[in-house]
């Protein structure tokens, strides 16, 4: 037992290894180390404003300081729980406008233009009427993530919805599925591929949204540190700020490959295992 | 959307499932069942009974046959308009615990006569019963083993056995023990656990065949189910049919374009004809008790005659 949660346990590191550095470990990381002592001395050598361009130590530093002070983890906090109260308002929507555009024609015909419409525009474009609406408080951010996050889920909803495949259906049907049963045992399973790509493709949007509408203006938020850190001329915020979303969408999304290989292990295994005959 | 809603508006509305679900093989006797301790003790020779006394035992039981067709026709138009028979004028009886198989060239409707038969398809002409009820839509009476591979993707191998079961709302536990019986009845008492993406083709099929006997259906359909498979995995296959067949006592309709699968399976064969697909022959080929050899040369005459039947002469 414990050897098997051992050789999962190297199996996740080698997997997280293989995002971040590809096939070739070693060239990597040489890559990266390349980079920061690069920035490290073009920062140092005088010919650029430190304050400008602050070192990676002083970053470093600055970050330090900002997780000691507990004003990181806030702004983490409240970011994480708006994108995750609009991600989940957002998907949830779309899922059920998916599922139920794909299972009821009439429904379709009435809603599709509009929300073929809407889909049109960029969300960003709604950031001002937003606030105008809603105010820089919670609610305006929340919405706008919801809103961002309701359109790939609800694409991929539908599409996966009205593509069921019909041998599918006929073998439920011969085993007894009807109805609601039908729909919640045979053609929303058979559909999550097709929903989970979208819910992956709206983790990005939401990051991207939230950063957004903090910028606008907040209390708290990574967004508003980086806004906020521009008005007080402290670029090595800044930059801490920038590290920290790129570690929070990185992080979403390894979160997410790994919450699927542990609940759905036959997600994306069809193609890729070619089982030998017996 | 069209397909599920054609095959809703299809359901039968009665539900005689409560009581069906009970006995897992009623066919099996008590006794034996005693004497086994488990339905699924391997029991490796065919044996079949005289069909004289199995006739007797069947007009005793129920006056008519388990599955009637009459002047059966399927047409459906092309979307350019014209008007294909896939098959016409089918009149055909089934009786209970035959194996029947339906041969026949490619596109000559012997999957769309299949298709009926578990309620995929409405007639176009004819009358289609099962048991004297007409058959209106798919029935978990009726268990479907289709060519392509169907198990569900998502479910583990034991979800899958267990579908029609869930479907009538048996408790976790029982839905347990009989989904164990049954894959220690195909062979495959180890891989409950596993998902269908980790099995080989063969493998899949024997989980497919167990899912549609869990429901315990009075006729096991079989669409071409081994045609994808590898020629030592199918006549594997073939041989644990035979042998489930003699276990379970199921009535099997069993499609296939193979002439020597026909030959090595069938109590009875049933040929259809190239489109319209018609019956041109209806035999039962082996006498009782007689070994079905490959290589005997009973085997190799009735070869011949179905493929001068089919009109394939010699080859496959």
Redesign the interface.
Known sequence: MNTIALNTLKARTQTLNKRIFGENTQLGALGLLAFVLLWESVSRSGWINPVMLPAPSVVVRSAVDLIASGELIRHVLSSLWRAFLGFAIGSLLGLLLGVAM??L?RLHGFLNPLVQIFRAIPSLAFVPLAIFWFGIGEISKIVLIAFGVFFPVWVNSYLGT?D?N??????????????W??LI???M??A?PFIIAGVRIALGSALVLLVASELTGAQFGVGYLIQLSQQVFRVDHMFVGLITLGLLGFLFDYAFVCGLRKF???YG??NS?A???? | MTSEAALIAFTPTEDDSASRFGQLFPNHSPSQRAKDGRIGTPKRTYRRTSPDTATARTVAETECPLIECRDLAHTYHTRLGTQITAIADITLSIDASEFVCLLGPSGCGKTTLLNMIAGFLAPTAGTLRLNGEDICGPDPDRGVVFQDYSLFPWLTVESNIAYGLRMTGMSAARRKAAVGALLDLVGLPHIGAQYPFELSGGMKQRVAIARALATDPSVLLMDEPFAALDALTRESLQRQLLDIKARTQKTILFVTHNISEAIFLASRIVVLSSRPGRIVEDFRPWADFQPRKRTSPEFNRLYERLAQAIGVEGTE
């Open positions: 794909a299972r024609p009205r069921t019909p041998l599918f259906i006929r073998a439920a049907a011969s085993l007894g599925a009807r109805g049963r039908m045992f045979l053609i399973p058979s999550f759905l292990p036959w295994a069809e295992h089982a030998g005959t017996h």
